[in-house]
């Protein structure tokens, strides 16, 4: 149920629903060949998937986060943590007045985890919801890695061979090779000195800031990502919505042994 396509009258038979999903990306560079949209077309394509099959709220999408370290490219959008932490979280409290307790914040962009996770924290620290972060390729690792030899975590081959299928006219396919050569093969340890991690914003490992070999993707590849991680989304919606709200609330302190 997409909530910006229905009246109000139309949302009061689900008034007793209890479980919503919130959409997140962010509007920042992918590289020469995809567009800026890439991670919140990714996050509403799957969200409004998954909730076709459940019949769940699907709310609007959220497309700027947390995206400071792509700054130097040109349309890179980005709101600070504290900002972004405030904002998910009013949104999440606004939900909660019409009844939603439970939230699955389907998110596509590495910035805005940890912050989406101390909302998480703040939302059932006093009980209001339980709000929980979970990203599509963290869904299907195995897959990710028997269908690409670097998918790179950034603008690689995963996010390509998905826009190739959710919208293949953004995707510029005869820049795949000039965004292979001009990237980077994403290798922590070799980026990390004495043990501590140098670096901070993307130009500093790529110059055109995308990882991997996006010439593997395809459409095909694509939809096969799509659908593994749309049926892993469904699964998690479906077992939220069985838990007893008071499961998923914070334990007591233990007390002291007698």
Known sequence: MYLPHRSWPDLVDGADESLAVVPLGSTEQHGPHLPEGTDHLIAESLARAATDRTGHLCTPVIPIGVSAHHRQFPGTMWVEPPVFRDYVESFSRNLSYHGIDRIVYVNAHGGNVPHLRE????????????????????????????????????????????????????????????????????????????????????????????????????????????????????ALIEWMDDQPFDDLMPRSRLNSPQ
């Not at 790179?152 to 081959?157: A, M, Q």
């Not at 000039?178 to 093969?185: F, H, L, T």
């Not at 993307?202 to 800031?209: K, L, M, P, Q, T």
Request: charged share 30%; aromatic share 8%; glycine share 10%.
């Open 119 to 234: 909302v998480g924290r703040r939302l059932r620290d006093d009980e209001t919801a339980f709000a929980i972060e979970w990203m599509w390729d963290e869904s299907i690792p195995d897959l990710i890695e028997d269908v690409f030899e670097t998918p790179g975590p950034h603008g690689g081959p995963k996010e390509t061979a998905m826009i190739m299928h959710i919208a293949r006219d953004l995707v510029r396919e005869g820049r795949l090779e000039e965004a292979r050569d001009g990237g980077a093969v994403f290798d922590y340890d070799s980026e990390r000195v004495h043990g501590a991690t140098t670096f901070y914003d993307s130009i500093e490992n790529s110059s055109n800031g995308v990882f991997g070999d996006q010439t593997d993707a395809t459409p095909e590849i694509g939809e096969r990502l799509f659908e593994a991680a749309a049926d892993q989304l469904v």
